[in-house]
């Protein structure tokens, strides 16, 4: 054991004796090599290695000398500076006294310049790799968890299980780690999981692009984020609670991790949202409540809206006692912040109440409720999207002739000339023109059509984007020049909506947008080389699904859009668009909301003469019936559907059409065939 060695003169040749010297008489030396400081946080790392393991490496001192060089009995730090300081602030902190004896070693045979400068260079740190593992086999072999594991090497928790999760990464990676292959950030993303397996095979996959970003993709593919809808829905807690586990990025804002068991997500989604339904059906009475993540588009069904209805008295001078109360505790105040806790309860409950009586002035019709449903689906914030007033085809209310007695002198709907959903009951053929709500539906149905077909030609898909995309930019104020709502301008949105980008929308942008600018090169003039180096598939595909979202070919009265529609029959024709595969003449989506004479002028088209004349002396709601049953099959449709140059029923090739006549003079005689043709 070393003893203290009182020094009455100054040894000159003394090396490697050790000495114990009062903590209290160590100084540090003005000949060491460094200058600038330890940081705090490496001296919190040595102080906290002394108390659990002591010092291991004594400090190397030489006794200080006065200006006649005589001792002093203080001794100076040649090498371990930060091993004083960190017994300095043990002392600080009451863990050993200010006289603690320290064991030093005590050298004045050598330079204490040149010693310190050699502690300093000479030493090769270990290498991170090493470290991970070290940390692990202490966790695994000791059974150190990362709070005793921290409080030994002075650093917090969190940074062991950092390290504890980096030294389990697959070992054939941290060997590429170690020569110098990956980095530690891109082995930090490998360490999102513990898979071995799945590290390894993402490894072998990588390209060129070995961003963490990339990595950490393909590593949670089959996973499912806490921000995702349905996460967001559940909740990561409930998930947990049922036994589901949860992926956490040590290493990244993950914003909650990812949830790993996706089928166990959808059953407790499937189940929050039939409670809600229950709830939601018992409240308000509705005949049937339609259940699903995704908003079934092609339902098919009819949908009614609620009708305004005046407030009581009583609830209309709530309101305006009620706003009278909410103007009169704003007022005064800045900004919603500045608002007292109080007073914002209070504003809030007003709000509530408010809203609640404003909900009043417009209700569905009770035999709508008796009659109808409402689909319940799950929102892109991750709450219950509720969908009222769809009638099913079975459920809907026979329809009843109008004795043409009624319908003497009446005008039209609006005096516009147009029909109403409800056409006229009688034989006369080609006296009235479709509805706007048929036309607008067909033109709805004929949109969907061009959705889904030019979505398998991407060939097609990047001829309109071109146009669209050049339509807008070197002519902008030629109005709009495609049936694709394509343009190529970004308007700033975050200027009009404070808190927009807070949202899993701007969430999501921002995140492709993000994954596009890391692929693309940094200069601009090799932007034409990466962009031309993609597989080409690989563009088109995305890319007329983009583009097919975007057609826009409806057709209504107040939205006049001549050139766009134009355009749209001429892309039905590169498309060859047959609408046959997409829409089917019911009683529901047209025979029932044509004229008597329409239907029978339908069924001479598309059967024969002989079945228009066995099904004329039918009433209106028969005739419609049969005229589905007829027809099925038979590929008839009507002229607002057709492709100009796809055969029709009989073998004809339709003529050029003409949209813009789809919405002239609703006053003009139709054509003498008895259905309006859209045809110039």
Known sequence: MATAVKIDSVPSTERGVEIIVPLNMLKKSPSNARRVPHGEAAIEALAASMAAKGILQPPVVAPEVDGEGQPTGFYLVTIGEGRRLALLLRAKRKEIRKTEPVRCSLDTA????????????????????????????????????????????????????????LGAVSPKLLDIYRAGDLTLDQLMAFAITNDHAQQEAVYDRLSWNRDPSIIRRDLTQSNVPATDRRAVFVGVGAYEEAGGGVIRDLFAEDRGGYLADAALLDTLVAEGLNEFAIDLRKSEGWKWIDVSVDFPHGHGFRRVWPETTPLSPEDEARIETASSEHDALCEGYDSYDALPEDVREKIEALEVEIDALSAKRSAFRAEDITRGGVFVTLGHDGQPDIKRGYIRPEDEPPVTPVPEAELEGTPQEGGSGYAPDQARDDDE???????????????????????????ERPDLALACVVHALTASLFYPYAGQQSALDIKASSANIASHAQGIGDGASAAALESRHAAWGERLPGDLTDLWAFVTSLDQDGQLDLLAHVASLSVNALVQRYDRRPTALAHAEVLAEALRLDMTVHWRPTANSYFGRVTKGQILEVIRDAVGEAEADRIAPMKKGDMASAAEALVKGKGWLPPALRTRGLSTPDGAVPEAGDPASWDSDPDAAPPSDGVIDIAA
Do not use: C, Y
């Open 110 to 165: 050598n330079d204490p310049g040149e010693i310190s400068l050699d502690e300093n260079v000479t030493r090769s740190p270990m290498h991170p790799a090493d470290e991970f593992e070290a940390f692990r086999r202490l966790n695994e072999e000791k059974g150190l968890g990362a709070e005793e594991i921290g409080a030994r090497f002075g650093v917090s928790a969190h940074v062991v299980k950092q390290r504890l999760r």
């Open 429 to 455: 053929v080609g006296d009235r023109p479709l509805s706007d709500s048929l036309i607008a539906d067909l033109s709805a149905h004929r949109t969907l059509g061009f959705r889904v077909e030019l979505g």
